[in-house]
């Protein structure tokens, strides 16, 4: 039997007359809090990071791909704050919050730890929490749900819990929050037909699956999945090298296979807030249950590897020209850890920046979307990228495949080209 709780949480819904709460306004919250208020709802962002809650009450984005335009098209119906107070005002409150690791690459859920806390604190009957935060199976039942269910009030008739994984690929010119379908899982019948009435007029497509465990692992799976076929790509380069033959040659030729074949490319290593880190929160949670997730283990080792391969075959051109790395000038074009987008958490280039410095190198780094970054206490600044800058290197390194950058202009003015991305221009 559906609670009326839910009924006339739903009624409301439908009429957009509720306002909705979205904790952590970053790569996935901001975007998020625009469809939401594009489909009428009133959205309140909740933040502890003032500097992000005053750019966003001022109109100013910090995140790519949210501009300031869009923020002025909701500007009437959204607003941020820093007081976890006025989460009660909310009906509906999203939890888009950090997920990292630990030193010891253990999940660490810190914040979705506060972020319930804050919740827990204005927690009152009639409110729906869902969960956005990619994190191990069992989360939101094991921390969210007793902790909520702690005030006295009870999942599934008080109040409604959910976890939707948040899809989101930064700089991805096609698919963004609302075209890409997303995953639902209740702890409670009602708890997934609230969340799928929440999320429905601002996402054109909802997968439902019947626990918040299910829909904690298709994240999971997703990331899991990237991190094993770029292991394997990874992988095939090596082989490939230690063959001479040309691996992109041999992707693409496969990758003309219509079916049972899917392309993936070997790079520097992996990079983002997601795919080095996610696959770990599987595999610690299945370490407590007795299981060692060989699949996940192996493609973390072949992936952090690549760094170290790309820097000896630094080492190993300046060799063939006479020259070592010590005292030699290495140019890293790219610091993000994708194209076109200016994010540098788990960035491979970041290594081989480590790397190449700790073998003598003096590294300098360009990168148009990354003007300055901070390593180990050490201020790094994007050297400008020019015909004389490129003639001056002893080695330009291509970590990131920027598509602003003139790979022709490199072509006719580099001494050496290390390219991880196969960026290069074949010629003129
Ligand atoms: N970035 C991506 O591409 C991506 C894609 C899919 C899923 N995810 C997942 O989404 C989650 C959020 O990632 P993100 O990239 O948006 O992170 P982010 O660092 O860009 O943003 C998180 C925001 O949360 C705020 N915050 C931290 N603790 C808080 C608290 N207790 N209360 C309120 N605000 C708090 C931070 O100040 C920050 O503004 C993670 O679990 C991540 O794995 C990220």
């Not at 750019?55 to 923020?71: C, F, T, W, Y």
């Not at 609302?178 to 209740?186: D, L, Q």
């Not at 969340?195 to 904690?216: D, F, K, N």
């Not at 063959?243 to 070997?266: H, Q, R």
Request: charged share 25%; proline share 6%; with cysteine.
């Amino acid at each position: 039997m559906s609670s009326k709780i839910a009924d006339a949480l739903i009624e409301r819904i439908e009429r957009r007359d509720i306002v909705f709460g979205i904790v952590g306004l970053g790569y996935v919250g901001l975007p998020l809090a625009v469809e939401l208020a594009r489909a009428g709802y009133r959205v309140l962002g909740f933040d502890v990071n003032p500097r992000v809650v005053s750019g966003l009450n001022a109109g100013r984005s910090h995140v790519k791909d949210v501009s300031d335009e869009q923020l002025r098209e909701i500007a009437s119906r959204f607003s941020a704050t820093t007081d976890a107070d006025r989460l009660r005002e909310a009906d509906a409150i999203s939890i888009c919050v950090p997920t990292p690791l630990s030193k010891f690459k253990d999940p660490d859920v810190s914040y979705i730890v506060a972020a319930t806390e804050a919740v827990k604190g204005t927690l009152r009957r009639g409110q729906a929490i869902i969960l956005e935060s990619t994190t191990y199976p069992g989360t939101t039942r094991e921390i969210l749900l007793p902790a909520l269910e702690s005030t006295g009030l009870t999942v599934g008739e008080d109040f409604f819990l959910a976890f939707s994984p948040e899809r989101v690929d930064p700089g991805n010119p096609t698919y963004g929050t609302r075209n890409t379908p997303k995953v639902v899982g209740g702890i409670t019948h009602d708890c997934i037909r609230v969340a799928m009435a929440l999320y429905q007029p601002a996402i054109e497509m909802l997968v439902p699956v019947s626990t918040t465990e299910a829909a904690e692992l298709v994240k999971l799976l997703e990331n899991t999945f990237r991190s094993v076929n770029i292991g394997l790509v990874n992988e095939m380069a090596i082989v490939c090298d230690k063959l001479g033959v040309n691996v992109w040659e041999v992707i693409e030729a496969a990758a003309t296979k219509p079916f049972g074949f899917m392309k993936f490319l070997p790079g520097p290593g992996l990079g983002g807030h997601c795919i080095p880190v996610d696959p770990h929160y599987l595999a610690w949670k299945m370490r407590g249950l007795n299981y060692k997730t060989r699949f996940i283990d192996l493609a973390g080792e072949l992936n952090t590897e690549m760094p170290l391969f790309w820097v000896r075959k630094v080492s190993e051109a300046l060799n063939e020209q006479g020259r070592a790395v010590r005292g030699a000038s290495v140019l890293v074009l790219g610091v993000a850890y994708k194209r076109d987008i200016d994010d540098i958490r788990e960035s491979p280039a970041l290594d081989i920046i480590r790397l190449l410095e700790g073998q003598g190198a003096r590294v300098s780094y360009h990168d148009p979307h990354v003007p300055v970054f901070a390593e180990d206490g050490h201020e790094f600044r994007s050297v400008p990228l020019d015909p004389e800058s490129v003639a001056a290197a002893d080695c330009i390194m291509i970590v990131t495949d920027h598509s602003s950058i003139d790979y022709h202009m490199i072509r006719r003015k580099a001494k050496l080209v290390v390219d991880t991305r196969n960026a290069m221009p074949k010629e003129d």
